[in-house]
């Protein structure tokens, strides 16, 4: 059976599974893995096979307030071609 957790609880937190971090930040739980992956979201893995991944509550806000480059729109212009002569 699932565990549930309501908002308040989420968001007294200091440190997040990867399912309450999920939750806090309003995203599906594979999301976090590639963050995580990816060097984006900063967790630590913990336990006997390091299974379990915990991530600070200051990670989850860097990686909320962190500049990103927007993404790319279907109607932007690619790469200029050379043409030949």
């Known amino acids: 059976m699932a565990k549930v957790i309501t908002k308040q609880a989420v968001t007294d937190l200091d440190v997040f599974g990867i ?3 999920a ?3 309003g995203v599906n739980p594979r999301t976090i893995y590639q ?3 990816a ?3 900063v967790g630590r893995r913990i336990g006997v096979r390091g299974k379990t991944w915990k991530i600070h509550r200051d990670a989850v806000r860097d990686y909320l307030m962190a500049p ?3 993404p790319l729109s279907e109607e932007a ?3 200029a071609r050379k043409r030949r002569a």
Request: proline share 17%; hydrophobic share 20%.
């Open 19 to 21: 399912e309450e971090c």
């Open 23 to 25: 939750q806090y930040m």
């Open 35 to 37: 963050l995580l992956r």
């Open 39 to 41: 060097g984006q979201l």
């Open 68 to 70: 990103r480059k927007p």
């Open 77 to 79: 212009p690619g790469p």
